[in-house]
């Protein structure tokens, strides 16, 4: 494999800003920092420019096998490329669903024929596969994914004592998406007559539903020693659940905090409806405020999307036939480095939430970081062009985006994975450069 060269950068990593240079060779970082003398390599200027590693989002949706006419892997993987995210981990909740370690393989083949990026997938958990989860091998899988509120497909787990037989066998991480369903269920019935719009997505998923279900999660984590991961939070009450009092490789209970809790809040259920309709769902502007606050102290370990594409004709159906879910993988890094342009946030602590700490929470094996013998997942940002997201250079194979219109002041100039160069910040170059990632 070549080699290459990045001249003269910004290298954002490990808390700090250092100028240089950084050399890749055969596929992994050689060298990081001060002038760097080779004849061999491709030479990639990077003046004014900042270098970050790739972005690691632990929680995505991109429907292959069998939901296909909404996304697959090569064309969200694509998209992920052109946003910087050169690592994801796909969920479970395909057709059929990834509930048998046989089911779960066949996605890694798929992926291994056609991810730009690298690739993971959690084991499904169900009321009765216990026997198929305890097979995962916790060194080539994320995780298993627990559904303890519906969400898409039929996996809810709600049975007690299935719950306590997971949280006390299970060794390795599990990842929960923490709705109550019989809070869910009541809050329908109370609105069933009243033809609820989107706005009305917050009171039916409602706060008391995710703390309830989230609560139950970290006393069952806490009852069995489990190491326990709670997706997407998205109410300023579940934040005491989490300690920021010790460092992320100490904790056995963490938390992430999704792009669009940060960046939506209930009032633009006027302007978008059901499309950003997602569970649990965007919140009053004092969730979104507490959440960042939230982030900026530690209580939420990573930021990820849950990107989870539908077709705009799905989406356009009235409110209760519409599914939830909003694409936003190609967009996310751009969206913290807007906070960043703010002041909301330093540089360091979004390559912190969404490179080293994912790869920590989840003891990725050399990547996340920008370090000599790691892989070369890397992405290169100019901090002064902007970037405006329209129809015609949305990736996703649903075609249409939430933030359609948006100027974001810094844009994705090349996107790096396994040290090949898969985005030029013009196209995503035909390299399935993506491989299975190790833990």
Request: glycine share 6%; net charge negative; aromatic share 8%.
């Amino acid at each position: 494999m070549s080699q290459i060269i990045i001249k003269d950068t910004q290298i954002v990593n490990e808390g700090q800003i250092i100028e240089g240079d950084l050399l890749v060779k055969n596929g992994r970082i050689e060298k990081v920092g001060g002038i760097i003398n080779t004849t061999e390599a491709t030479e990639i200027n990077g003046y004014g420019l900042h270098l970050l590693p790739g972005v690691i989002d632990d929680q995505v949706h991109f429907r292959q096998p069998g939901l296909t006419h909404k996304a697959d892997i090569a064309s969200e993987s694509k998209a992920a490329a052109a946003g910087g995210t050169t690592s994801f981990m796909e969920m479970p909740n395909t057709k059929p669903t990834a509930t048998t370690q046989e089911l779960l393989e066949d996605k890694y083949q798929i992926a291994k024929d056609s991810s730009f990026t690298n690739y993971s997938f959690y084991m499904g958990a169900t009321n009765d596969n216990l026997e198929e989860v305890l097979k995962t091998n916790a060194n080539t899988v994320c995780g298993v994914k627990v559904f303890m509120g519906s969400s898409t497909g039929n996996m809810l787990v709600d049975n007690r004592e299935t719950l306590d037989h997971l949280f006390s066998n299970v060794e390795m991480l599990i990842a929960t998406h923490c709705e109550d369903e019989q809070t869910i269920r009541r809050n329908k019935a109370l609105w069933e007559d009243k033809s609820p719009t989107a706005d009305h997505h917050p009171i039916i998923r409602s706060v008391e539903g995710c703390y309830l279900s989230s609560s139950m999660a970290v006393d069952l984590a806490k009852k069995h020693n489990t190491r326990l991961h709670i997706l997407h939070i998205s109410t300023q009450d579940e934040i005491a659940l989490f300690d920021n009092t010790i460092p992320l490789k100490e904790k056995r209970i963490t938390s992430e905090v999704c792009v669009h809790h940060l960046y939506f809040n209930a009032d633009d259920y006027e302007r978008l409806g059901t499309k950003i309709q997602c569970n649990p769902a965007i919140k009053a502007k004092k969730h979104q405020e507490a959440l960042f606050e939230a982030l900026l102290d530690n209580h939420f370990d990573v930021i990820a999307t849950d990107h989870a594409p539908h077709t705009m004709e799905e989406k356009a159906k009235p409110y209760g036939q519409a599914p939830s879910g909003l694409p936003l993988v190609q967009h996310s890094l751009l969206i913290m480095l807007d906070y960043w342009k703010a002041g909301r946030i330093s540089i360091e602590r979004v390559v912190e939430k969404m490179s080293h700490a994912v790869a920590d929470c989840f003891g990725i094996k050399n990547r996340g970081y920008l370090r000599e013998g790691y892989w070369a997942d890397m992405v290169l940002v100019n901090t002064e062009k902007s970037y405006t997201v329209h129809a015609d250079n949305i990736l996703f194979k649903c075609g249409w985006s939430p933030l359609e219109g948006t100027t974001f002041p810094c844009s994705i100039v090349s996107t790096f994975v396994n040290g090949q160069q898969v985005f030029d910040g013009q196209e995503v170059r035909d390299l399935k450069a993506g491989s299975r990632l190790l833990f």
